[in-house]
């Protein structure tokens, strides 16, 4: 079966780093865009970074320059490093997985990532 599990979520103070984690299994990684998402209490989900199948990246205006998508095909995971990080950047994020033709995709269960002094 289809898995995304993400690790790597926890408290950090404002100005600190974080690494997250996603590892896949249960499909052709190569073949689906890999991307994070984020939902704060009372908000909508949100794209926060994807990474397609072919290596290019997209982010968020207000994650742009702090946050880098990368994956590793070899291991089947996609990786987040946040830095820099704000309250506002308390969330728990969210791995996903869309095939490249749009036609399927996969949801991870979360990691909290709490942002505070």
């Known amino acids: 079966q289809v898995q995304l599990v993400e690790s790597g979520g926890g408290l950090v103070q404002p100005g600190g780093s974080l690494r997250l984690s996603c590892a896949a299994s249960?499909?052709?990684?190569?073949?689906?865009?890999m991307g994070w998402y984020r939902q704060a209490p009372g908000k909508e989900r949100d794209l926060v970074a994807v990474?397609?199948?072919?290596?290019?990246?997209r982010y968020a205006d207000s994650v742009k320059g702090r946050f880098t998508i990368s994956r590793d095909s070899a291991k089947n995971t996609v990786l987040l490093q946040m830095s820099s990080l704000k309250p506002e950047d308390t969330a728990v994020y969210y791995c996903?997985?869309?095939?490249?033709?749009?036609?399927?995709?996969?949801w991870g269960q979360g990691t909290q990532v709490t942002v505070s002094s």
């Open positions: 996903n997985a869309r095939a490249y033709n749009w036609m399927t995709g996969y």
């Open positions: 249960g499909f052709t990684f190569s073949n689906y865009h």
């Open positions: 990474i397609y199948s072919g290596g290019g990246t």
